[in-house]
């Protein structure tokens, strides 16, 4: 049995929480860039044990928010510079 953590875990499709090495594979960065996300509240996290976990919804929401592309300012739609 091999007891190597695998940081490039590819996650379940049915999970409800993933691991940091889950999410960071799911979103294609790195585990440190989604712990500064978490420290920075642009993803949610809970501790289970020494584990800490991201929700599925959390992930979902945050490529929501990021990939939300912003107001164009020559489309009469308001935004930024309206």
């Given at each position: 049995m091999n007891?190597?953590?695998n940081?490039?875990?590819?996650p379940p499709d049915n999970a409800l929480f993933?691991?940091?090495a889950e999410s960071a594979y799911l979103l294609r960065v790195?585990?440190?860039?989604?712990k500064r996300l978490i420290d920075r509240r642009e993803i949610e996290s809970t501790k289970v044990g020494a584990r800490?976990?991201?929700p599925k919804d959390s992930l979902l929401n945050y490529v929501k928010?990021?990939?939300?592309p912003a107001a164009d300012?020559?489309?009469?739609l308001g935004g930024?510079?309206?």
């Open positions: 007891n190597h953590h940081t490039t875990a590819t993933y691991t940091l790195s585990p440190w860039t989604i800490r976990l991201v928010r990021v990939s939300t300012p020559h489309s009469g930024r510079y309206a």
